[in-house]
């Protein structure tokens, strides 16, 4: 007999056709028939080891989160409930140009610096690797080699390539350096790496020249993979930000995914029209381009990225330097607040829309929960004092919300049909942003039950099929024989995400069941000890 039986599904199978009521038998970690409207036609019923009456709830394949950083939670917390609680089975990780391979040691201890405000130092990790096969067969032994909470994809962080082949300077690279980072983009697509991201309002990828990028592009391309950039601007000049990647990648013939693709700011308010006909007129041109959104209007980010990048030239520890020296440090204030500097998309600094959500250093957990003119207002003094301040002494450890969306941008951009979801989920802190623990849930309970901005169809494809096609899977994202059994149970009339802004850890509602592999990650609502998860290496071309 086959192990599972899930029985009077509504199946919503991921390619948005409309739902049908069915049996789906599992075995051996995959679908291994789908018997549609079993119990109306009266024929004989699949049978299995276990079966699960499912009458009520929509079976759907397991959402694929497009952007997580979760490249050292899947390694520090075995149950992993903030993802696999909301019915995500695959997480791409490797975001935003900076991650932890490949490195060498210098490199590998900058960029636990640069972004602890992401993932924590990592006092905690055993950096037993250096490069992109290592890391993904550390994902694979996971926890005492049983694996992780869900399966990851992993992406090439350019700006971690360029502080191993160049450093950390504000230049160009030399010949003899352009050809060892598109060395080292290979050798991580080789190793299974599903592509290549940028952080182009980070130090130190936000250096590179479009010259430089459209050759690592190139790379990219020949190995089948994609390029995601979070791009040079979110607020003052952000289409023409988004124009740029559109022409770099067509130069290169690279295909295109853009990261967290939002209109933020005031100057950008209403303007999502804007961008979706640009990105309409290249996908008519034959251009090849997805997105992903979080259904939220708030950023999040460390308090070090607002910094102008002339300012964090040459790494953490000059970062440091120059918010101690007085001169120096006046500079960056009138960048910050007077100029717009390019860290904050090249708008001037409002205190009052940054709320700090995290420290790293406990003993200045009373910043936690106000934003950084609220601090500064109970200490009595200037806003950049505080900010200065909180910079130094937590060592750029710093999280926060930046409240600078715009509703209708969000909505219209989910509604895209480049469209895809991915929560930009960071974990650390004590009051993290919501969409780390609530994206999912939130897409379907409030976004599609709520307010009708898609269907339940529509949205699923989104989070399921769509993702899978940029990631060159050719069996997931889809409820289909033969593909794989990770899989999730949802009442569509309670889901719902727990996670707000005041409680941001909290679990999400109507979400029963959530399988990897055929086997339950979440059951009766609860976290199982299964770790299913794998690395999910690139597709050869």
């Not at 983009?185 to 459209?214: F, K």
């Not at 200045?364 to 002494?393: F, K, N």
Request: aromatic share 6%.
């Amino acid at each position: 007999m086959e192990d599972l039986v899930i029985r009077d599904a509504d199946v919503v199978d991921g390619s948005g056709a409309p739902s049908c009521r069915a049996d789906v038998v599992i075995d051996g970690g995959r679908i291994v028939s789908i018997v549609k409207e079993a119990a109306a036609a009266g024929c004989q019923r699949p049978r299995a080891v276990r079966e699960l009456d499912a009458e009520g709830l929509v079976l759907s394949p397991g959402f694929i989160d497009m952007h997580a950083h979760s490249d050292l939670a899947l390694l520090r917390d075995p149950e992993h409930s903030a993802k696999a609680a909301q019915g995500v089975t695959l997480e791409v990780v490797g975001q935003d140009g900076l991650s932890y391979a490949p490195v060498d040691d210098r490199t590998l201890e900058e960029v636990r610096r640069a972004i602890t405000g992401w993932n924590g130092y990592g006092d905690d990790i055993d950096f037993d690797w250096r490069t992109v096969g290592e890391y993904l067969d550390r994902l694979d032994h996971g926890f005492d080699g049983r694996g992780i909470a869900v399966n990851a994809a992993y992406l090439i962080p350019q700006g971690t390539v360029r502080a191993l082949a160049v450093g950390w300077e504000d230049r160009a690279a030399t010949p003899a350096e352009l050809d060892r980072m598109r060395r080292l983009v290979a050798q991580g697509l080789e190793q299974g790496a599903v592509g290549m991201s940028s952080g182009l309002t980070y130090t130190p990828g936000m250096y590179a020249e479009d010259a430089e990028l459209t050759e690592l592009c190139r790379v990219v391309a020949a190995y089948g993979g994609y390029y995601c950039p979070h791009h040079r601007s979110y607020g003052a000049g952000a289409l023409e930000a988004y124009a740029e990647m559109v022409d770099l990648t067509r130069a290169a013939g690279c295909p295109l995914h853009l990261a967290h693709a939002t209109m933020n700011f005031g100057v950008n308010e209403g303007r999502a029209p804007e961008l979706l006909a640009l990105l309409d007129r290249a996908l008519d041109a034959g251009a090849d381009i997805t997105l992903d959104t979080y259904p939220y209007t708030p950023g999040c980010t460390t308090l070090a990225a607002l910094l102008p990048s002339w300012a964090s030239e040459g790494g953490p520890e000059e970062v440091l330097a120059r918010l101690t020296d007085p001169a120096t440090a006046a500079r960056i204030r009138h960048d910050l607040e007077v100029t717009g500097s390019d860290g904050c998309h090249g708008v001037p600094v409002e205190w009052e829309t940054i709320e700090i959500s995290g420290v790293a250093d406990p003993g200045l957990g009373d910043h936690v929960g106000r934003t950084v003119r609220e601090s500064a207002r109970l200490r009595g003094e200037e806003p950049w004092d505080t900010a200065r301040r909180l910079l130094v002494d937590d060592r750029l450890g710093t999280t926060i919300l930046q409240h600078v969306g715009h509703e209708e941008n969000v909505r219209a951009i989910m509604r895209h049909r480049a469209h895809t979801g991915g929560s930009d989920g960071i974990l650390r802190g004590t009051k993290p942003h919501p969409r780390a623990y609530g994206t999912f849930p939130r897409y379907l309970g409030h976004y599609v039950r709520e307010l009708g901005v898609l269907t339940l169809e529509e949205c699923v494809a989104r989070l399921t099929s769509r993702p899978a096609a940029r990631l060159r899977l050719p069996d997931r994202g889809l409820v289909r024989e033969g593909y794989r059994a990770d899989l999730v149970l949802f009442d569509p009339r309670t889901v719902a995400a727990g996670a707000t802004f005041a409680e941001p850890r909290v679990l999400p509602a109507g979400i029963p069941y959530v399988l990897i592999d055929g086997r339950f990650v979440i059951e009766d609502g609860r976290r199982t000890d299964v770790l299913a998860g794998r690395a999910v290496r690139r597709t050869p071309v």
